[in-house]
């Protein structure tokens, strides 16, 4: 079943998953669209971005995030359209940037909403490149990873949302950038397409040694969201005063629990004497000065507007696909930004 | 034997250990005491300074400093007396701070030698609070830690001449300051001596439970110089925006390789990312401005001086008895800064 006009449909979390989600975590609801008062506006879907973060509220651990209620709608950022107005500076037929979820229709009362107008150019986009995603990479990469000309910089699931927007930033700031990501196909567009320096394959049995080769002068930034083997195959080739901005860590999303050994703890904080290495972790919005957020807008949509930048988006169809798109995601079966299509 | 005029004693590295140093480690040679040429003076050793970096300088290993060569002089910072002068700026009855190694005699050209005069006040000190375990305690907290009055401060090896002065510093800024030390003897000297608000014993079974009741509010910084069962307690204490200067590991000093599972790496990343945390490891030497060292050195003298900061030397007799001293401090049953006196 496709939207429709006379039902909203909507999934809620039905249990908290342990390891990755399955058919028991997610429960699709039908119920009548909800009717507006004054002051409020009805949204209709057009896109909902599926990003990792997502999993986390899913857990109900002290986090930097309250997690989803069990019986709530998942969470998640959608672009949608007005569909009926009462709301002050928002008029039928506007695009929309909203925290509506996984579900058709809400109801707004304008907070925390952006209006994109009445035809924007790539509507989606706002949830990618020129959106959180987008700015995610830009901060995280030149407040904490600062990257000088010259120097190497090492981005972790490159063919990402978040990835691909580091190595081209950084390609742009004159450094040596150096991909990692699963599979050759990601890898060649990683490296033809987005105009890395080199991409190395994950899933290969001798990714370590071809980091290595990848990166004779050393690692002086490491873009981390995976974690994992990658991670540790960052670790050796650290040069001294590398930074390490902490983004995600995909790779480790599932895990619950300590994972079997050996303990790689010793390995990391060794590194982070001996190379004197600066590892930090961020949260987009808690992190940064709001004002960063104009200067990353204006940065990017010149960037993109020259053709500098690139970007690539993997559209699922259908609400209904969503769990599944969700799980392709977090096991990297992606390729680039995952956005549903309504 | 104890030093004589006539015999040089010293102490080579005879074989590069795995794990702890023992019998096979070092060897002790006697040989006639040098002649100085012109340009040069002849140095008697008075007191030498132990420190965790030196087992470090054992491996043959990539590391921010040469590894040590088999049947070189042991590598370390003594106080010595000038015996005779050829050299400009040095006379006869001169104490001076110079890296002669672990042996009586030495020859220097002056270069990197500290005139300390001819009747310093505590010679020793030099070696400590006023040398370089000072100076890091107090540029990895200022620099790093950077904690605000009211916030939570956790040492590790609170008794150490490092986290002793971690914490009195730390104080002195108007922290709530908590140590962390192996027994009940040094917690109590921790405590009560050195002003501590709380000091957890990290050898009791209830030490992650004493830990977080001992931070009611979570921990803003944590000074690391252990590793181990500390860290993994700190970490899920940390509040958003924690910093992390890590200094040192001293209880992986004697690791071969990682150690068995689980693996706490998806630990210490997940705390980066879910509560901002900045760690970041530095080389005293390498880490700040020389500019630091002047502040550093006038402040803390003038705490000397209030009586605001206490110091407490662990004085073993005899170059002989150097080798066990040194894994006497590696597994802490050394009672403050480990100087061997001549």
Chains 1, 2 share one sequence.
């Not at 399955?22 to 506006?41: V, W, Y």
């Not at 995030?65 to 359209?81: D, L």
């Not at 830009?138 to 904490?144: E, V």
């Not at 910089?153 to 949302?161: D, F």
Request: glycine share 12%.
């Amino acid at each position: 079943m496709s939207q429709s006009k006379n039902t909203n449909r909507r999934f809620v979390l039905a249990n908290r998953p342990t390891g990755k989600p399955d058919a028991d975590t997610f429960r699709l609801e039908e119920s009548d669209i909800p009717e507006i008062k004054d002051g409020q506006m009805l949204l209709r879907s057009t896109y909902l971005s599926l990003d990792p973060y997502m999993r986390g509220r899913m857990n109900d651990s002290k986090s930097y995030a309250k997690p989803v209620e069990i019986g709530a709608v998942m969470t998640g950022q959608v672009v949608a359209e007005v569909v009926e107005s009462q709301c002050d500076g928002f008029a039928q037929g506007d695009h929309v940037l909203a925290f509506s979820g996984w579900q058709d229709y809400a109801v707004s009362d304008g907070k925390n909403v952006i209006n994109l107008g009445k035809d924007p150019k790539h509507p989606s986009w706002s949830l990618g490149i020129l959106g959180m995603p987008g700015y995610t990479a830009y901060a995280g990469l030149t407040q904490i990873g600062a990257p000088k000309a010259g120097e190497t910089v090492v981005v972790a699931a490159a063919s990402g949302p978040v990835g691909a927007t580091v190595g081209q930033i950084a390609k742009i700031l004159g450094c040596r950038v150096v991909g990692v990501a699963g599979g050759a196909e990601k890898c060649a567009h990683v490296k033809d397409t987005l105009g890395f320096d080199a991409c190395i394959d994950h899933k290969s049995k001798s990714f370590e040694d071809d980091l290595a080769a990848a990166c004779p002068d050393g690692i002086d930034v490491y873009f981390e969201n995976v974690g994992g083997r990658v991670l540790y195959g960052v670790l050796p080739l650290l040069n001294p005063f590398a930074r390490v901005p902490v983004c995600g860590l995909v790779g480790w999303t599932n895990l619950d629990g300590l994972p079997e050994g050996p303990d790689h703890g010793p390995a990391i904080m060794a590194t982070l004497v001996k190379m004197k290495v600066k590892m930090e972790g961020f949260i987009i919005y808690d992190s940064f000065p709001l004002s960063l957020y104009d200067t990353f807008s204006k940065e990017m949509g010149k960037w993109l507007e020259e053709g500098k930048v690139h970007y690539k988006e993997h559209i699922v169809d259908g609400l209904e696909n969503t769990p599944d798109a969700f799980n392709d995601m977090l096991d990297g079966r992606n390729f680039g930004k995952t956005v549903v299509k309504f």
